[in-house]
């Protein structure tokens, strides 16, 4: 409020400053570490918006977009971070309480994987409009930023996930740093932040007859005030597995294998994201089967396999793992630019479960039997009428 005249005219004058500007050289390195240095005793939110490969100063990155390596065993070292100043500086600006927001714009390769680093150790979100032009990304491109700018946020956060004794959390997802063994470092946490996790068991049998997760958040509100919000499910333990196999939710775990295959990808390669995407399908269904021939004495010959009906809970696994394997992040070939790649993989790595459900499986709308003004802007005076 105190300087919203001088923001308002500097944003009014952008334009006409840099309209005769010839220059194509891009400083994003000193521009961060300045704006860094000015908000570093406060915190809070920054946003960098990006439209070519950062090529002077500190941070500056090289072409390394090969076209031959798509689709190779080796596109998965494009997807890697290659200057490690940026991840140096993310951990900085962690500590710092500073969460990065990347806007990117290019049409031409801008090395996301390593300017999205920044986001993922703040704790911040990357969008990316490639090839940005008004009429096709302008209003995408508005609300995405309006939201940014106004959604509830949490500053200086702190998160932490316990479990019963004899399990433990094994590995996290989302865009976070870890402070401790446990401890989720969040300069920004918005009703937008997702993070999920794996819980691995450290004691062959539990002896309890439930567990209890809890997650607790620690953070500050933009009024100043300290508040921890705490969520907590006791979840029910079984020795059967097909009551088990009964009760799974198929949308989240299909999420949680796409951030598995996700994290495969970057690390090992496309192959290896989709094989671990099938492995864990069949895995899965194998043994819903085999403990229903057990449980139930399905009749079998020798060297003959009993025909067990996949339960209800799992029957769209097979569908959703297909499909996964088929999306913008982790299909082969060579059509699929690098940059694109990486945006997707972030993407996944950072979705809700009702996001993922319609990303891995699209909705369909039927065409053919729309309405003549179906798609066109609506008249608000007749809206309202």
């Not at 400053?17 to 521009?31: L, R």
């Not at 390394?64 to 600006?93: I, M």
């Amino acid at each position: 409020h105190e300087s919203r005249k001088v923001i308002d005219a500097l944003l009014d004058s952008l334009p006409a400053m840099f309209a005769g500007n010839q220059a194509v050289n891009s400083c994003t390195g000193p521009a961060l570490t300045a704006a860094k240095r000015m908000c570093q005793h406060l915190g809070g939110k920054l946003l960098l918006f990006q439209c070519s490969l950062p090529t002077m100063g500190e941070g500056t990155l090289k072409a390394r977009d090969n076209p031959r390596l798509l689709g190779t065993d080796k596109e998965h070292t494009l997807l890697q971070a290659e200057e490690s100043w940026y991840k140096t500086n993310a951990v900085d600006l962690s500590s710092k309480q500073i969460c990065v927001d990347c806007f990117l714009f290019s049409a031409h390769y801008t090395d996301l994987a390593t300017i999205a680093q920044l986001a993922k150790i703040t704790g911040g979100a990357t969008y990316y409009y490639p090839g940005f032009t008004q009429a096709l990304f302008g209003a995408k491109y508005e609300a995405e930023l309006e939201h940014c700018l106004t959604r509830s946020t949490g500053f200086e956060s702190v998160m932490r996930v316990r479990a019963t004794r004899g399990l433990r959390v094994s590995n996290f997802y989302g865009n976070y740093f870890v402070r401790g063994s446990d401890l989720l470092a969040l300069p920004n946490c918005t009703s937008d932040s997702v993070f999920g996790f794996d819980l691995a068991y450290e004691d062959a049998m539990l002896p309890s007859t439930a567990v209890t997760v809890q997650a607790a958040l620690l953070y500050t509100t933009s009024d100043g005030e300290r508040r921890i919000r705490v969520h907590t499910m006791l979840i029910p333990v079984t020795k059967s597995v097909p009551d088990f196999m009964d009760s799974v939710d198929i949308d989240c775990c299909v999420n949680l294998i796409a951030k598995q295959a996700a994290e495969v990808a970057v690390k090992s390669g496309m192959d290896q994201a989709r094989q671990r995407t099938h492995q864990l399908t069949v895995d899965i269904l194998r043994a819903s089967k085999q403990s229903q021939q057990r449980g139930q004495g399905f009749p079998q010959q020798p060297g003959q396999q009993a025909d067990v009906p996949t339960p209800a809970s799992l029957q769209l696994l097979p569908l959703y793992s297909m499909s996964l394997q088929k999306s913008l992040a982790l299909r082969g070939g060579t059509d699929v630019r690098i940059d694109e790649r990486a945006f997707y993989l972030q993407l996944l790595s950072n979705m809700t479960v009702d996001e993922s459900r319609v990303f891995i499986y699209p909705r369909m709308f039927s065409i053919h039997d729309m309405p003549m003004d179906a798609g066109i802007p609506s008249d608000e005076t007749e809206d309202e009428t």
